[in-house]
């Protein structure tokens, strides 16, 4: 009787066979589409039961209930339904279909709703959701749970949550990856399965949304990583439209085919998906019988995660700098934001400690005047919405401690947990049940101990009461305990010794909070950086400090080579290799005669050095107004002839415009005849038409025009054509330019015509927009340019010419 | 479905940035267009920039159809929308997919101070951004309903169609701002029919059974 072994064990011996697709089997058998699988299954109950029985004999160890959306939410758009029940009476019916000799897995799926801080679903509601459902599946006695095809990693948690409160049974975890390796809302694989191992799954995996090909590499990419075993439920085959129908291809004996593969990367339990019939498990089955299964290749992993990325402190790896700046410690304006409940300088603190390399971002939202809790959670639904880094998680009360991890969607790391008793006794089992990593603090009650050997002892009672709850080594960061140099100028020795021993003898990762060495000193930064390669020669795993003092980053480099964490030197060498062809830029001197240079600079679109050429060239005697015409218009006309052929994109013509403007702007004192040159040239109108509120084409075209001297009058955007004649009968335009973007408001360019046309005005039109065609401006009586540059030519063509032919 | 019509908000949309879409709509075009490494660089800070104040969210809404009877389609919600080309986008489907996507206001706050005198190219960067993320948008609340509704069997139609363009008019919009309850997302709608923040869209899709 194989059910007598327990699961954990039999996967130790040999590759569990899961059962295949359901709700195909079930449309094959007359199930129609739009109807409750689940209370079609109740109605039907032979045929649910033929379909269960179907893999028991094809050889399936685990067999789902058909319960995949028999949670409230799903139910609810059916109608008012027993949730209890419906999952009690599921679980009946599979168990008389299977009876005692194959394990029975309670299917559980998404609500369909995404979860805060992802979507409109409070966290705590959505727990609530799935423990009815588990409730029901208790009742009619599953003997392990699966949580399956899963699209958010929060909701995942949620329902991983639910049933750990509930039950201690197994539970398999898998989630649906799409062709990119990612969950729809980004979660790469590694990621989810260092979220969820160490949130309590006891098995996990993907199923769905790709063959067997593809789902072994997602398999191969876990397994390094994985603490418990893996799991495959793939498709059989990418779903293929013929005739109008869905249809999965892939044939039995080419599914199996995957099983040996699938068993060398690592996978444990296998079954099928959507397509895969009682055929394609016999065969999968027999393809990997005798086949010994490949065990997790570790036992714990020290690595942190968020939604959508992990940091994995493994093996030799570079220093990790956990930035420091979400802290309201000292910032004032931080302060003032928080107790507004704003969170900009909060993001703008993370994008720059991301930019500036940190590998995660520790959150400290300790301060008078606010509730650190709901804070906490805001910053973390905040962060975890916006940044891909993984949080650490910052606070001595252990409510707001307890409330962060339940709702952040990742595997945190917490700062930190203590000697001390109340830290012990409550924190570390909310840690182990939401399985964080946390820094070990080497301190106890009332004792700040000063040498090595103290904090030693600390070390390993802390770890003593922590392992007992499950925790290893790899799960604990060692704070070296930094005291400042100042007070006691042996502390930093002490420091010192308390990394290396962690490293080397305790065998575990450790950091330090860098800036506490210098306080109270002058230069601070120095003391920092020197400290901080003194501690990577210990063996120091990461530090909590500001990524963006230079200072620090470059000792960071230089110690991770010299420290043989940089293998090739490739990091350091790619940084500094960088800012040194920046510097070479930027210092390149130039041998060009200054008409040369400010045409070259025009034909760069070099903003930032126009004016000091003219200013250089204006020094050295050259006449304002040749220099516009030899150089300047020169090289916007060549702008213009790249854009044409496409060897400019708009960037680039923007760019270049911009840096004409700004010298034409530069040059004006010089250019006495200027605004005579622009009468001859004539005033342009432009506008965006009523109802059209899109504009940035016509801003361009403005710009253009402008650079061409033209004098431009821009009315803006969703202008009546009331106000757009009104303007022309008093400025007398020689060109009328009206934008839209949208056919709905093309319309409206008509409108303008025929009134300017009662009025008697005499002015030609030009018309642009993402939906204008020539033929349309033809049709009424416009000329068309489609872009800003062939704006300019229509209009001194337009000017040069008065007869008009249309469309052109 | 059920007989219940669902409407899904989608609070905060995470997806890979558009890069291809975004150079496409500057005009890039591959192995033509040359970029220095300045420029290069340039784009890309503007892009990440631009991709750091868009917020996306969405909505949508599987609505049973009554009738498709061109150009007249019946929603059984009792609203009713005259369009050929929806028609025959329609054609066949007993229901209709409706959804709608927004970059947020802080990057059109951007747009506006960028074109209005501070730093255009970086703004139209900004904009191109900002449009194709929120075109992404649409297509990853496509890609949800798919993962859905491949479990029924049912997939959605290749082609969305948007009002305002062809003969589905632009007053449609209200309809369909209505009933996929946009001001949950902060966007609104003017007496034009047009969705503020500018970066807004709104799309029908078909689902076939």
């Known amino acids: 009787m194989v059910k007598k072994m327990p699961l954990k064990n039999r996967i130790r011996e040999k590759i569990i066979i899961l059962d295949g697709a359901t709700g195909t089997e079930l449309q094959k058998r007359g199930m129609t589409a739009g109807v409750c699988p689940e209370i079609w299954c109740l109605k039907n109950p032979d045929i649910i039961s033929d379909v269960h029985a179907g893999y028991r004999d094809a050889g399936a160890d685990i067999v789902y209930t058909a319960t995949f959306g028999a949670n409230r939410i799903k139910l609810s758009q059916y109608g008012s339904y027993d949730v209890v029940e419906i999952n009690r009476e599921l679980t009946l019916l599979a168990r008389r279909a299977v009876g005692t000799d194959v394990l029975l897995a309670g299917d559980i799926c998404s609500t369909e709703r995404f979860v805060r801080p992802f979507g409109d679903l409070d966290f705590e509601e959505a727990i609530d959701v799935y423990k009815e459902q588990v409730k029901g599946l208790l009742e009619g006695g599953v003997d392990l749970f699966v949580i399956e095809t899963m699209m958010d990693i929060q909701e995942t948690r949620a329902a991983l949550i639910a049933v750990k409160e509930l039950t201690d049974k197994f539970t398999i975890v898998t989630m649906t990856y799409e062709e990119n390796g990612r969950t729809l809302n980004g979660t790469d694989p590694v990621t989810a399965l260092i979220t969820l191992q160490s949130l309590g799954a006891n098995a996990v995996g993907c199923n769905c949304c790709t063959g067997p090909e593809e789902m072994t590499g997602l398999i191969e990419a876990m397994k390094p990583w994985a603490t418990i075993p893996l799991v495959a439920k793939p498709n059989a085959g990418m779903p293929e439209l013929v005739d109008g129908k869905t249809v999965f291809s892939m044939g039995a004996d080419t599914f199996a085919s995957f099983g040996a593969d699938f068993v060398s990367k690592g996978v444990n339990l296998i079954g099928g998906c959507c397509g895969t019939t009682p055929d394609h498990i016999r065969m999968l089955k027999e393809s990997v019988a005798g086949r010994k299964p490949v065990l997790p290749v570790r036992d714990s992993i020290s690595a942190v995660s968020s939604a959508r990325a992990s940091a994995i402190f493994e093996g030799e790896r570079p220093l990790s700098i956990v930035g420091e700046r979400i802290n309201p410690t000292g910032k004032k304006a931080l302060q003032q934001e928080l107790l507004e409940g704003r969170m900009s300088i909060v993001r703008t603190m993370a994008k720059e400690q991301e930019k500036f390399g940190a590998s995660l971002l520790d959150v400290n939202m300790g301060m008078p005047g606010i509730d650190e809790k709901e804070t906490m959670l805001d910053v973390i639904g905040n962060l975890s919405v916006a940044f891909d880094l993984p949080l650490v998680i910052d606070s001595s009360n252990i409510d707001v401690m307890e409330a962060a991890l339940r709702l952040y969607p990742g595997r945190a790391l917490i700062n930190s947990i203590s000697g001390e008793s109340e830290k012990l006794i409550r924190l570390l089992p909310v840690a182990a049940k939401y399985g964080a990593m946390f820094i070990l603090l080497p301190l106890a009650d009332g004792d700040i101990p000063e040498t090595a050997e103290k904090r030693k002892k600390i070390i390993e009672d802390v770890f003593k009461k922590a392992a007992a709850l499950g925790f290893t080594k790899s799960d604990i960061v060692i704070d070296g305990l930094v005291m400042a140099a100042s007070s006691n100028f042996k502390a930093p020795a002490e420091t010192l010794k308390t990394i290396e021993w962690s490293s080397d003898v305790f065998g575990a990762n450790t950091i330090v909070g860098l800036s506490n060495v210098s306080f109270g000193m002058p230069e601070r930064k120095w003391l920092n950086a020197a400290f901080l390669a003194m501690a990577v020669s210990k063996g120091l795993t990461m530090a909590i400090a500001n990524p963006g003092v230079e200072e620090l980053v470059n000792t960071k480099l230089a110690g991770d080579v010299l420290a043989g964490r940089d293998m090739d030197a490739s990091k350091y060498i790619s940084h500094f290799s960088q800012m040194s062809t920046k510097v070479k830029q930027e210092d390149a001197p130039s041998h060009k005669a200054p008409e040369d240079e400010m045409f070259q600079s025009i034909l760069e679109g070099n903003r930032e050095d126009i004016e000091r050429l003219l200013s250089v060239a204006m020094d050295s005697g050259m006449d304002a107004q040749r220099m516009v015409d030899e150089s300047m218009i020169p090289a916007i006309t060549e702008v213009g002839a790249l854009f044409d052929r496409r060897e400019y994109f708009l960037p680039q013509l923007i760019a270049c415009a911009e840096t004409m403007k700004k010298g034409i702007a530069f040059l004006v004192p010089w250019l006495g005849d200027s605004k005579l040159e622009k009468k001859q040239k004539g005033v342009i109108i432009i506008a965006t038409v009523k109802g059209d509120v899109h504009d940035i084409g016509k801003n361009i075209v403005a710009l253009m025009l402008r650079n061409h001297g033209f004098e431009v009058v821009d009315l803006g955007k969703d202008v009546s054509a009331e106000i757009i004649i009104r303007e022309a009968v008093r400025l007398k335009p020689s060109v009328i330019g009206l934008s839209a973007l949208m056919t709905t408001t093309m319309v409206n360019m008509k409108e303008v015509i025929e009134l300017a046309q009662r009025e008697s005005l005499d002015c030609k039109f030009m018309v642009g927009g993402a939906v204008v065609t020539k033929a349309y401006a033809k049709s009424i009586s416009a000329h068309y340019a489609k872009d800003g540059v062939e704006a300019v030519r229509v209009v001194e063509k337009l000017n040069a010419f008065s007869t008009d032919s249309y469309g052109e | ?209």
Not at chain 2, 91 to 113: P, Q
Not at chain 2, 150 to 178: C, H, I, P, V
């Open chain 2, 1 to 209: 479905m059920g007989s219940v019509p669902l409407l899904q908000i989608f609070p905060s949309i995470n997806i890979p940035l558009p890069m291809g879409a975004i150079y496409r709509r500057l005009g890039y075009k591959r192995g033509v267009t040359k970029v220095n490494e300045r420029k290069r660089e340039e784009v890309g800070q503007y892009i990440e920039y631009a991709a750091s104040l868009v917020s996306l969210k969405g909505a949508g809404i599987r609505v049973p159809l009554e009738r498709v009877d061109p150009p007249l389609i019946v929603l059984k919600t009792g609203a009713d929308v005259r369009s050929v080309r929806l028609a025959g986008l329609l054609n066949g489907c007993k229901e209709a997919l409706f959804i709608g996507s927004t970059s947020g206001s802080v990057v059109m706050d951007a747009i506006l101070e960028d074109t209005e005198g501070g730093d255009m190219t970086r703004g139209v960067v900004i904009d191109a951004v900002a449009s194709e993320m929120t075109d992404a948008a649409l297509d990853w609340i496509i890609g949800f309903f798919n993962r859905l509704l491949a479990r029924e069997n049912a997939r959605l139609t290749r082609k969305r169609f948007s009002a305002g363009y062809g003969d589905f008019l632009l007053e449609n919009q209200k309809m369909m701002y209505d009933m996929l309850k946009l001001y949950r997302i902060g966007v609104t709608i003017n007496e034009n029919f047009i969705l503020m923040p500018e970066k807004s869209v709104t799309a029908v899709v078909g689902i076939l059974a």
